[in-house]
């Protein structure tokens, strides 16, 4: 056995544990601060031992050379004191500002950057690690001086840590361990902490406002770039693939600075739903003369992404919006009318959406052969019902159900729905705790959203988003990848908890118009 296997299987084991020790209620003779401290220590190890797990024994070897020559050592020394430096001046920063935190993960969270692993590209969000561990130094730093934020909880701790915990165990029959790694390292374990810190350092700031405004500020000159790159049919970075396909294509995509157009497509969706809920809430014309057009610069954006994924998403975010604003009954009506006009104008003007229509193959081939990957995830779960074939292993399963023309044929071997991902990677067992861990965050912010006024409204606009990322997700998947999920969870779940309490003790002393009144203010 390989030391990258046994690294791989320590790991796995140490980070299942990791998780559901940083997540679980716990004994209660155990502190909650302590048990998750140790939690987040557990992980830390687990991070380590997955992502020396990742590199070859030439990289390993090299790194080693390097450390241990005298310019190597010299220059790993000063890179650790400038990010010691570095740590230090943000940790102060932010302990006397805390939104500036908020600000910086706003203007982090979309941007990935290309990383060579060993033989492995990937895009890595190394700007947003970059914000995870700011907040991680000054979250330890705070709870060895005696601060208790470590023990908030939430009623999805439980049921996600089982979740993360399973797809982490799930690594050591994973049909792909490799990169069943590079989902953990830089996917599952970093965002575990990203939902936690967002929760504890929420009510220090006003965290709401210093994530919308930061996200519509950066989301405008994005969607500018990608009006400018489809106007002048030019400007593609990052993705050749895309590059090559806009040469062929009647349609020329975009990307801006995203590397596909349906990520960037996702990512206006959210800044739109944003934009919009807080022109609901706009005092002044000024603010909402500014909103108008930052969603207009976004909708330009996003149409031409020519995500229908996207577009789905955000008819969705918005049908809920409207749910709250004014009520089911004008919502369903005006939308029937809406869906009906739509339908109508494009199967009247578009033979390729008739067509579409009426064949299931025409359906396929215009959807890129999804239907083909839910098919393939299927026949992946059936070989494996109760535990699946492990995280990362569709790609790898799915190939194996290929014959030598059906693999020189199939242009993707990534599943683009995150349910039959779950199902084909986690089997039965994945598959049931992932409903329990949607139907608690779901039903936990909706219960909340029920108070009236603008915390109610925000919890509401925040589940709107994350509907239209579960939407975004069924024909393009990455619900877990996005950091996007966990921010908004951890927002929707936390943004009322602080005023709640005293709206239900305003409540009980003045009736329903004094809590109303306590909430505008």
């Keep these: 056995m390989s030391s990258a296997v046994v690294a791989q299987s320590v790991g796995a084991v140490t980070a299942a544990a990791g998780v559901v020790i940083f997540l679980s209620p716990g004994p209660r003779r155990m502190p909650a601060a302590g048990r998750r401290a140790a939690g987040l220590g557990l992980m830390a190890v687990a991070w380590v031992t997955l992502l020396a797990s990742l590199a070859s024994a030439e990289d390993l070897s090299a790194a080693r050379s390097a450390l241990l020559s005298p310019r190597g050592a010299v220059g790993a020394l000063l890179a650790l004191a400038v990010l010691a430096l570095g740590g230090w001046l943000g940790g102060l920063t932010v302990r006397r500002w805390p939104a500036v935190w908020f600000v910086l993960l706003g203007l982090s969270l979309p941007f990935r950057v290309p990383v060579s692993l060993g033989s492995q590209e990937a895009n890595l969000l190394v700007p947003l690690y970059a914000v995870i561990a700011l907040g991680i130094g000054l979250w330890l730093l705070e709870w060895a001086r005696g601060r208790r934020e470590l023990a908030g909880a939430t009623p999805v701790d439980l049921p996600l840590g089982l979740f993360v915990g399973f797809l982490m165990l799930s690594t050591l029959w994973s049909a792909d361990p490799s990169e069943a790694a590079v989902k953990a390292v830089f996917f599952y374990l970093p965002f575990v902490v990203l939902f936690r810190l967002v929760i504890v350092f929420w009510h220090r700031a006003d965290?709401?406002?210093?994530?919308?405004?930061?996200?519509?500020?950066?989301?405008?000159?994005?969607?500018?770039?990608?009006?400018?790159?489809?106007?002048?049919?030019?400007?593609?970075?990052?993705?050749?693939?895309?590059?090559?396909?806009?040469?062929?294509?009647?349609?020329?995509?975009?990307?801006?600075?995203?590397?596909?157009?349906?990520?960037?497509?996702?990512?206006?969706?959210?800044?739109?739903?944003?934009?919009?809920?807080?022109?609901?809430?706009?005092?002044?014309?000024?603010?909402?003369?500014?909103?108008?057009?930052?969603?207009?610069?976004?909708?330009?954006?996003?149409?031409?992404?020519?995500?229908?994924?996207a577009a789905l998403g955000l008819g969705v975010g918005l049908a809920l919006l409207a749910w709250r604003a004014f009520g089911p009954r004008r919502t369903l009506a005006v939308g029937a009318i809406l869906v009906a006009l739509l339908a109508t104008a494009a199967l009247a003007g578009n033979e390729n959406v008739r067509r579409a229509a009426t064949s299931t193959e025409r359906l396929d081939v215009v959807s890129e052969g999804r239907f083909d990957l839910v098919e393939g995830g299927l026949t992946i779960w059936r070989q494996d019902p109760v535990v699946g074939a492990g995280l990362g292993g569709f790609a790898q399963r799915f190939e194996d159900t290929l014959d030598q023309r059906e693999l020189r044929r199939t242009r993707v071997v990534i599943s683009h729905n995150a349910p039959i991902t779950i199902l084909s990677e986690g089997g039965l067992v994945g598959f049931a705790l992932f409903l329990v861990l949607a139907i608690t965050v779901a039903a936990s912010i909706a219960r909340g959203s029920r108070v009236r006024g603008p915390t109610g409204w925000a919890q509401w606009a925040l589940l709107a988003m994350l509907a239209s990322i579960a939407v975004h997700s069924l024909l393009y998947s990455a619900l877990f990848d996005d950091p996007y999920t966990w921010v908004i969870a951890g927002a929707a779940l936390v943004v009322g908890a602080g005023q709640r309490v005293t709206v239900v003790q305003e409540d009980a002393a003045r009736g329903p118009e004094g809590a109303d009144a306590a909430l505008a203010t």
């Design 207 to 309: 965290a709401l406002r210093a994530l919308g405004v930061t996200t519509v500020a950066l989301a405008v000159p994005i969607a500018a770039f990608a009006v400018v790159q489809y106007a002048t049919q030019s400007g593609i970075y990052w993705n050749e693939t895309l590059q090559q396909a806009n040469v062929y294509s009647r349609l020329f995509r975009v990307n801006s600075v995203f590397f596909d157009p349906n990520i960037l497509g996702r990512y206006l969706v959210i800044a739109i739903l944003a934009a919009v809920a807080m022109a609901w809430l706009a005092r002044g014309p000024r603010v909402l003369a500014t909103l108008v057009g930052a969603i207009a610069v976004m909708s330009a954006g996003l149409w031409v992404t020519f995500s229908r994924s």
